[in-house]
């Protein structure tokens, strides 16, 4: 089992940037690919970013590629997302997910393990 815990919630003005967090106490999160997800007011839970294992290949949706970063931490428990020129359209509960598959994984299908998400609300 794998507990993930998120941080780095808060609100923001629309253009600033935010950076959030992914941790785990129990063991290092180096043998698991790493997933941000996020899910806005009334619709459903859409991939972000995703890293694999080594850190070396990362993924991003359309929405986010050119202003959000993921990046494993040098401690091998913890994962961040680089939020930066952020939209309103940005506002959701963001939920970093873990899996054990090979690679950069974009379906949260194959994410074993989820946090309990963090808000971000970003205002124009």
């Known amino acids: 089992q794998v507990h993930l815990e998120e941080s780095g919630a808060g609100s923001v003005q629309a253009g600033g940037t935010r950076r959030l967090s992914c941790a785990t106490r129990?063991?290092?999160?180096?043998?698991?690919?790493m997933g941000w997800f996020r899910q806005a007011l009334g619709k459903e839970r859409e991939f972000v970013a995703a890293?694999?294992?080594?850190?070396?290949?990362?993924g991003y949706a359309d929405s986010v590629k050119g202003r959000f970063t993921i990046s494993r931490g040098n401690a091998k428990n913890t994962v961040y997302l680089q939020m930066n020129s952020l939209r309103p359209e940005d506002t959701a509960v963001y939920y970093c997910?873990?899996?054990?598959?090979?690679?950069?994984?974009?379906?949260?299908?194959?994410?074993?393990?989820w946090g309990q998400g963090t808000s971000v609300t970003v205002s124009s």
């Open positions: 997910a873990a899996t054990l598959a090979p690679g950069v994984i974009y379906n949260r299908q194959e994410y074993e393990y």
């Open positions: 890293v694999d294992w080594s850190g070396g290949s990362t």
């Open positions: 129990e063991r290092n999160l180096s043998s698991y690919g």
